[in-house]
């Protein structure tokens, strides 16, 4: 049996009385559906209260929590709809209905993520780090210093390399496309080389939150440090965007797989405890 619609399958799950029809609009209309938020928004509409919560790292036992529920997996959901007997029976918004022990459940974020396009990436490939330089977790951020929603992303990485308790490690690459923005991706870099770990943290938010528009004078204001060592890690990023053939800012990469766009950034707690040596 497949799942038309998740929210309509969690809601027959439920017992809530409700016409298929409507409940499947009203949730592929919701602006942030296939996420935890829309299903929360829209249970509230149809009278049942809920709660988000988190499992922390070190207590993540699905079998403390009561079926049917709705678990989050970063860039997809399953509907569970029974813990019994050491098994968890799910669903997935791609149809994958599995019986599978508790115990290997996790598996299932891992292996979801290994079927996305990898792309090959390093630690080398951009000395623009964040976080810990020696976690096994690298997410790779292809931006643009001028797109409006890498900025966004800029401010919520930010929070979550705070909330990561040292478990992951942030990469910039750089890309302007061979344009008129070549100066404000030299800039970044070139300010990443030259400064202090804080003084880079003030200045790309800085940057990402209104220094971007006004870019000659920001240039002004931090005496651009250009040099030979900022050019060759210039040309090593433009390298990297050459053989990744990638389009669009931001794009995400995990270790290298990349994300799908339905990928929701406010779950990447969950890839902390992914052990990409076991493939």
Not at 108 to 116: A, D, F, R, T
Not at 118 to 140: C, M, R
Not at 233 to 249: D, I, M, Q, S, V
Request: aromatic fraction near 14%; include cysteine.
């Amino acid at each position: 049996m497949t799942m038309e619609n998740p929210f309509v399958h969690y809601i027959d799950l439920l017992g809530v009385k409700h016409t298929k029809k409507y409940s499947g609009r009203v949730y592929n209309e919701h602006p942030f559906k296939n996420s935890l938020y829309a299903f929360s928004s829209l249970l509230f509409d149809y009278g049942v209260d809920n709660v988000t919560i988190q499992l922390l790292e070190e207590d993540k036992d699905i079998r403390k929590l009561e079926a049917p529920l709705v678990i989050s997996l970063g860039f997809n959901i399953a509907i569970v709809s029974k813990i019994e007997n050491g098994f968890v029976t799910y669903t997935t918004l791609n149809n994958i209905k599995s019986k599978s022990l508790i115990d290997t459940f996790n598996d299932l974020i891992k292996s979801l993520l290994l079927k996305q396009p990898y792309i090959e990436v390093d630690k080398s490939s951009s000395q623009i780090l964040f976080g810990n330089k020696k976690a096994n977790i690298l997410i790779t951020i292809f931006t643009n210093p001028h797109c409006t929603p890498c900025g966004r992303m800029h401010h919520k990485l930010k929070k979550f390399l705070k909330d990561a308790n040292g478990k992951l490690c942030i990469q910039y690459i750089f890309a302007s496309f061979g344009g008129e923005y070549d100066e404000s991706s030299s800039f970044m870099i070139a300010t990443y080389l030259d400064k202090t770990l804080n003084e880079n943290c003030r200045i790309y938010h800085e940057w990402f939150t209104t220094g971007r528009a006004n870019r000659f004078s920001f240039f002004k204001k931090y005496k651009d440090p250009m040099d030979g060592k900022c050019l060759n890690e210039f040309n090593k990023h433009n390298e990297w965007c050459e053989k990744a053939k990638l389009k669009a800012t931001p794009t995400v990469l995990i270790n290298g797989y990349q994300l799908p766009k339905n990928y929701q950034i406010e779950g990447i707690h969950f890839f902390t405890s992914i052990d990409f040596s076991k493939t």
